[in-house]
């Protein structure tokens, strides 16, 4: 009885007995649930377009984000730093379509899913010999990016939002924004989903490939760049940084492989309910930490009773 | 037989195919030796049983095949006056050529519209024109603007067969080689679906190559006709004389000469023998 009590009832006894406090959680799980959510796009864009299971899309993060700190540390101002790494990430699109994509072209899925690891082997090695690999601290006051916090007193508690997290948020959300207008309404944008829906058509119409194909891993770099600012801010820059890459994958379960809103909200999902389950259900019931497993284990649950994901694309057929 | 005497070659042909010989996967060779012309202006069909080839011939044209991990490894294929066999698929539209493939293939998360824009990827010629040429795709088919805004996996056959052909012109094509359009489709609209491409044919100047094995509609709208058996050209000539023509009558038309058969009666002959005879 008392079990049941501290599993069921306490924790929400917990939640409206501090109000503020919950507000803090929620706000701390939708920041990481924001990054989650990106990375996530990232990978979804590129199996979208050409089925390929992204594994290097942790390490492109990690990769721009020290691209950025270490030309930052070779003397390139920070505003320019940001064009710069953006180049980085461009030639490191046409390198990958050109020297990986395009000779594995109609190889089996599982053989451009091992390069794809083999690519992000590659990455770590490179990284490590340009920019060394001892942890840097992003460049945050250099970008302009506001520190300090906001600090609010609802109900009577007290609620802080730190400026630098806000911007995190509000920067995603320019950028995913901006990403599905793109996708919705250009033509290129249209390209890529006509690519999603049917690979031998859109051959046939004439969309190009390779075209196709290095812009959308040059926009997972773009997205990866965005994500490892707002994380490397958080955290620091360093090869660990790929670790969080890997909450993407228990995202796409939930959010479905080939739906970006899925992964939208796939990924604010997963942040929100880890931070509250951490810490009303892990901390007090089971000492913490849960935040490393809850997200898989959660993920598991969701594909036992729907495999496609909570927003898989439906495969439409006619009868 | 009568393909001892072809019939006259046309004036410029827009697309000739040479003896072209093609192997999948570097070991089934599907096609032994194909060569054809289309005419500048013409509408020419392939036509054949199941398997003879008249797929694997469209998307040697087209350069599809490399998707499919096939090959021509043999003969050569001139458009417009210069070889196309290194070409990408996607050059190959930019100069007009484009292949509209068995089974639709729509773009089914798309809507109809998105779907016919997509066909607009290679052009450069600026917004307004391409608008103009989906005005003209309207056109020709009124009811793609009716659905205009509805996802294209939830349209009819017809209609998906019609967003494939308006797709197609979108890239403002000087030719479209079109495989099977009547597949899977309602008499009436397969012969709604030919009124169009013969109108687009004489209004706009589209040459078509059209693989069919509905012979019977086929050789009603087509002015030339080759006939694939196994990866090979058996016989060819203008339809009228296809239509004409005793083999072509019995094993692709279904009118028999003496009235009902029984099984009873069915000769034992290798069909490949009578043709080449």
Known sequence: M?????????????????????????????????????IALGFVLIYKSSRIFNFAQGIMVVFAALTLVGLHEKGVPALLAVPLTLLVMFILAVAIERVVLRPLVNQPDIIL?????????FLVGFGEIIFGGENK???????HIPTGSFEFEPFGGFVSIEQKDLTAVVGAIVLVAGLLLFLNKSKMGRAIRALGDDHQAALSVGISLSTIWVLVWFIAGVIALATGIVWGARAGVSFALEVI?????PVLMLGGLESVLGAIIGGLAIGVLEKLFEIYWGQPLLGGNTETWFAFVFALLVLLFRPQGLFGEKIIERV | MNNANPAPAPATPILSVNNIEVIY????????GVSLTVPTGGITALLGANGAGKTTTLKAISNLLHAERGEVTKGNIIFEGQQVQSLSPNELVRRGCIQVMEGRHCFGHLSVEDNLMTGAFTRRDGNAAIRDDLDLVYQYFPRLKVRRASQAGYTSGGEQQMTAIGRALMSKPKMILLDEPSMGLAPQLVEEIFEIVKKLNEEQGVSFLLAEQNTNVALRFAKYGYILESGRIVLD????????????????????GEGRKSFKDVKHYKRRKRWLA
């Open chain 2, 25 to 32: 996967d570097h070991v089934i060779l599907v096609l032994k």
């Open chain 1, 245 to 249: 890459a890997f909450k993407a994958l």
């Open chain 1, 113 to 121: 899913f091992m390069a794809t690891i083999g690519i992000t082997l």
């Open chain 1, 137 to 143: 601290v992003m460049i945050t006051q250099e970008l």
């Open chain 2, 237 to 256: 000539g203008e339809a009228k004389a296809l239509r004409e023509n005793e083999d072509v009558k019995e094993f692709y038309l279904g009118i028999g």
């Open chain 1, 2 to 38: 008392d079990f049941l009590n501290s599993i069921l009832v306490k924790p929400f006894a917990d939640m409206f007995g501090a109000p503020d406090f919950l507000l803090q959680v929620l706000w701390e799980g939708l920041v990481s649930g924001v990054l989650y959510a990106l």
